[in-house]
């Protein structure tokens, strides 16, 4: 299940090669009006800790980046909807400017995906004169894209195309597309010319059903790996996403207009700015590593300044999360972009007077970087995230242990930056332990006693796109089934226990719970009002009142999920799912003497994106 990985000289796009690419496809979609309408698949079942109430605060990055791109390559008849705001929003009732959409993009992560595909069967739905062009990206679109091509063995219910990367991947498959949408008809008549035409075979990190399905019956073709952009300051202005937001609602269709920019901050009030990508660990449970091509990329810091003003100015934003792997990757570039945010003002105040941020890093490479954490708080930094996992290293080690953290802490409360650790429960870890550190709650308390504000627990679960993803199945540890009902994909977020050698899964759930109970509770509410931290006061305070409302809401969820494990019975995977489609290369549908014989209007932008 992990991508696969370029050749080294050729895992980048030519510099500036992204921004000339949508120059271009803003010249060709001059004089074209296309409605296009974004949307972001939410379950509503994921709503427990510790995403409740983030998730529904923030517009995620992945799909605001897809809008803008949208929008600077000339498509501005675009709407981008949030599932998590909309959730009755039906995709074959929607109209822009009472047109019916000629394009339909779904993100979705594994967790969300089986609302993308209620999406795609709503759309599907429609008379096929009218039925735009559906395409999936996301987590889902890209390690599992065989899953939205004849949706429960439907071949009418099916995406047309996944997208396996990033933005300039779609960007790419614009251009070819514009080529012929230009001569008329619509955008997915334009498509299945194309692709009669093997126009997009040269487009990497696509996958699509063969024009002819006699060709190759239970096949998709897969363009390849796709190149990267390396210089993140290449990607489209962050505000143009926030200018296509649906407004928030319990209707299914779309209104005359996006939500005004000057209040979208009473819907969003927390902003994710993409700030780096990659990590230079390689932990067998996360995909992060592979997908960014084993490298590390990060925006400049007059970029990312330049984005927090923006935002800040027109719609009144002033809290920012960096979508970072790993911030302090590289001390060179962290620094640099540190210094910027530091020196950066407008109306007369500093970036730290007008807005607040917070990020991710491993605490390896924060402790490497301890002497810069008081030049990021005056850069604007409130809060870092950790991903720790295991204070002893027994999950995995990268160089997290308990004096380093305790150390770490320290200097961020000195600061004023909140330590956010983030912990992965699994099977070796007991709950309790006498004398050491093994066990989940001994390190919550210690986390805590530290000087942890808030704590996120997960188990240990299949990623789709890690290393380790089929090991777990194989060694029989994933739960198939319980009381003859299959796990639902909703179910597979590491909240709800789904993957363990336990005989009783139950118990490991409760441990969830309880190492949830340890941080967040009574005790620790009053300790934070009779020994105040001097800097992180009111965060501490409010985090732990917010916290155990998200607890008691969470844990009817957990008991749930504990009592049908207990009650049973369950089967378990004794090999990862089979893909329901066969992967093949472009070069596979073809006599194997003969070459590709592209013709048509796409022809000189296939020459260029190839």
């Not at 993009?105 to 609302?115: D, P, R, V």
């Not at 226990?497 to 941080?519: D, E, H, I, K």
């Not at 957990?558 to 290369?585: D, M, V």
Request: hydrophobic share 40%; with cysteine; proline share 7%.
């Amino acid at each position: 299940m992990e991508l696969s990985v370029r050749p080294r000289d050729d895992v980048f796009t030519q510099p500036g090669e992204f921004p000339a690419l949508r120059a271009r496809v803003r010249e060709m979609a001059a004089g074209l009006d296309i409605p296009s309408v974004v949307v972001y698949a939410f379950d509503r079942r994921t709503r427990i800790l510790p995403y409740l109430f983030a998730d529904k605060m923030m517009v995620p990055a992945g799909v605001r980046l897809i809008g803008a791109t949208l929008y600077d390559c000339g498509l501005t008849t675009t709407r981008i909807v949030l599932q998590q705001w909309t959730p009755r929003f039906r995709p074959s009732q929607a109209r822009l400017d009472g047109r019916c959409p000629e394009m339909l993009l779904i993100g979705s992560m594994q967790i969300h995906a089986e609302q993308a595909y209620k999406l795609i069967a709503d759309t599907c739905s429609m008379p096929p004169s009218e039925r735009p062009l559906i395409l999936v990206g996301g987590p889902k679109g890209i390690y599992e894209p065989w899953d939205v091509f004849a949706i429960g063995g439907d071949p009418n219910v099916t995406a047309d195309v996944a997208v396996r990367g990033e933005a300039f991947v779609l960007a790419q498959l614009l251009e070819v597309l514009l080529a012929y949408r230009k001569s008329g008809g619509t955008m997915r008549q334009a498509f299945e010319q194309a692709r009669r035409d093997r126009a997009l075979e040269s487009v990497l990190g696509l996958v699509y059903r063969p024009d002819d399905p006699d060709e190759a019956p239970g096949c998709l073709v897969d363009t390849g790996t796709q190149r990267i952009v390396n210089d993140l300051d290449e990607l489209p202005p962050a505000l143009d996403g926030f200018r296509l937001l649906e407004p928030p609602g319990r209707h299914t269709t779309l209104r005359p207009g996006p939500i005004e920019l000057s209040r979208l901050h009473k819907h969003a009030p927390i902003a994710p700015l993409e700030m780096t990508k990659g990590c230079k660990f390689h932990c067998d449970f996360c995909p992060i590593p592979a997908f960014n091509q084993r490298t590390f990329r990060n925006k400049s810091g007059e970029r990312l300044a330049d984005e927090m003003e923006q935002v800040n100015r027109h719609t009144g934003i002033r809290h920012f999360f960096g979508t970072c792997d790993n911030f302090f990757n590289n001390r060179k570039r962290a620094e640099a972009m540190l210094d910027v945010l530091v020196k950066r003002s407008w109306d007369n105040k500093r970036l730290k007077n007008h807005v607040r941020w917070g990020t991710e890093s491993t605490q390896y490479d924060a402790c490497k970087n301890l002497d810069l954490m008081r030049l990021a708080r005056r850069g604007g930094m409130r809060a870092l995230w950790f991903g720790i996992e295991d204070l002893t290293g027994a999950l995995v080690k990268k160089g997290q242990d308990a004096e380093s953290a305790r150390e770490l802490f320290a200097e961020l409360d000195r600061v004023g930056i909140c330590p956010m650790p983030m912990m992965v429960h699994h099977d070796a870890q007991p709950l309790l332990s006498r004398g050491n550190l093994s066990g989940l709650i001994n390190q919550v308390i210690f986390l805590r006693r530290a000087g942890a504000i808030s704590m996120q627990i997960c188990s240990l679960t299949p990623s789709v796109g890690a290393a380790g993803y089929e090991r777990m199945f194989e060694d029989g540890c994933v739960i198939e089934s319980v009381s003859g009902r299959p796990v639902g994909q909703w179910q597979i977020d590491g909240n709800h226990v789904v993957a363990t050698s336990s005989p009783s899964p139950w118990l490991v759930q409760m441990r969830l719970l309880a190492g949830y109970a340890a941080f967040y509770n009574p005790l620790h509410l009053a300790e934070s009002l009779v020994r105040p931290r001097k800097r992180l006061f009111l965060a501490d305070v409010g985090l732990q009142v917010v916290g155990m409302y998200a607890l008691a809401r969470t844990a009817v969820k957990y008991l749930h999920w504990a009592a049908r494990l207990w009650s049973g019975p369950f089967t378990r995977h004794t090999s990862p799912p089979a893909p329901s489609w066969k992967l093949i290369s472009p070069a596979e549908l073809r006599p194997p003497d003969a070459e590709a014989h592209h013709s048509g209007p796409a022809s000189s932008a296939k020459a260029r994106v190839g």
